[in-house]
């Protein structure tokens, strides 16, 4: 039973449409919260203390039945536990450090600015369609080494992913899934047949563990990680920071005037508007904190946006302050899960924001746009604005 002030529901109108509701709910609410209005009920920590604490024990809070509410059978690619996961991880770790993003600097810049000449001329544009959304998924595409020549599709297959990852019926979208995983296996393939290029599939797909290369499965998996960790969610920080910006008192002038550091504003947007509000681990046995029970083989929810407004950590926290040290924001969670791409995330906004800053000082907001679909996620999917 939970005993907390109001119950949480994270996929209301008013929690989807506003999650620090969410996260106020759940820190005035039971330190461990039993969330049963989902099927299969979870166990929710909000406590920065206790999030901190279970991302730094991966042998009892484990990623291998997925990083959603549900039971994923399989567990492979970077989504799995111990040594087998070191080894993947160590397979994509070079394309991520920060040597290897620094020299993407230049052409994220190129991409920038090709995407803005596009709606040079426009009445009104949408920050999400014309900006934020292509800008990482060219960029991924580039590093993976995959056509970008349609991208919308890529957006289709991405979309699709993180609503199976949320939904109560995750089966429905297995048909759109498998054309996904068909195009990557085939390209995988074909870059097995020739000699490994500097492309992160061909790493993926000339890599071996114990001699023999990634099953087909594991493969796959692991490109589609890639692929869909690093766009949806790059996407929702450049849009909400721009959204932000664009609402509070004369940010977006400040901005302009060169008044605000870039890098933090870049940390209290990953703090106060986290484009991942969790992810679920399961618990591989009973875990008790401080007299409080989750049984083994529980699906826990890490809520990052509840940690993030921990009274605790963070002064005032439901004041976004530029002004702030960023150090402790766990949006990129912490441990041997910490986000892969969290430099090249962090290089795209701040090129993002800078060309947009530069190009069009007169960006006006039109309306607050829309949110995106899936509850775990937090961003716009339309953002509408006129420059002229
Ligand atoms: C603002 C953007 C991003 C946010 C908020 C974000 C957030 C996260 C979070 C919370 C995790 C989970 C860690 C865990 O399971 O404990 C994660 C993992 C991961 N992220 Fe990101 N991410 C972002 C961008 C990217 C980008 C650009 C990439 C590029 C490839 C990326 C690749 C990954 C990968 C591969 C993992 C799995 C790491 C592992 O399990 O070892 N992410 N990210």
């Not at 890529?154 to 995750?170: G, H, I, L, N, Y």
Request: charged share 25%; hydrophobic share 35%; proline share 5%.
């Amino acid at each position: 039973m939970n005993s907390g002030n109001s119950k949480v529901n994270l996929m209301s109108q008013d929690e989807m449409y506003d999650p620090s509701l969410s996260a106020s709910r759940l820190l005035n609410g039971d330190r461990i919260y039993h969330y049963d209005l989902y099927d299969p009920p979870f166990y929710i920590l909000s406590r920065y203390e206790d999030i901190s604490y279970a991302l730094r024990e991966p042998d009892i809070f484990i990623e291998g039945h997925g990083n959603g509410p549900n039971f994923i059978d399989s567990s492979n690619g970077v989504l799995s536990d111990g040594e087998h996961h070191t080894l993947i991880r160590r397979i994509v770790q070079p394309n991520f450090l920060m040597g290897s993003i620094a020299r993407l600097e230049e052409r994220l810049e190129e991409i920038a600015e090709e995407l803005l000449d596009d709606v040079m001329e426009e009445d009104t544009w949408d920050i999400h369609d014309n900006l934020s959304f292509p800008l990482p998924v060219i960029i991924i595409c580039e590093i993976l080494g995959i056509p970008t020549d349609d991208i919308h599709k890529f957006k289709r297959w991405a979309d699709a992913t993180v609503e199976q990852m949320c939904s109560e019926d995750p089966q429905q979208f297995e048909k759109e899934l498998s054309h996904m995983r068909d195009y990557l296996l085939d390209l995988i393939l074909k870059k097995r047949k020739h000699n490994e290029d500097s492309t992160l599939l061909s790493r993926i797909a000339h890599s071996k563990i114990n001699s023999n290369y990634l099953s087909d499965d594991e493969a796959v998996n692991l490109t589609v990680q890639i692929f869909v960790a690093g766009n949806e969610t790059t996407t929702s920080l450049i849009s909400n920071l721009v959204w932000r910006l664009m609402t509070i008192d004369n940010l977006w002038e400040d901005f302009v005037n060169d008044k605000i550091d870039i890098n933090n504003a870049i940390n209290e947007s990953l703090r106060y508007d986290p484009p991942l509000l969790g992810l679920f681990k399961t618990t591989s046995k009973e875990v008790n904190i401080e007299g409080n029970i989750i049984p083994k083989n529980s699906k826990v929810m890490m809520h990052y946006g509840a940690a993030n407004r921990d009274p605790v950590i963070f002064k005032n926290p439901n004041t976004f302050d530029l002004t702030r040290d960023g150090s402790k924001v766990i949006s990129f969670s912490v441990g041997v899960h910490i986000c892969l791409g969290r430099e090249l995330a962090r290089l795209e906004t701040r090129v993002t924001l800078n060309a947009l800053k530069k190009r069009f000082p007169n960006l006006k907001l039109i309306n607050e746009g829309e949110r995106v679909g899936p509850f775990l996620f937090w961003g716009r999917k339309k953002l509408p604005v006129s420059h002229k």
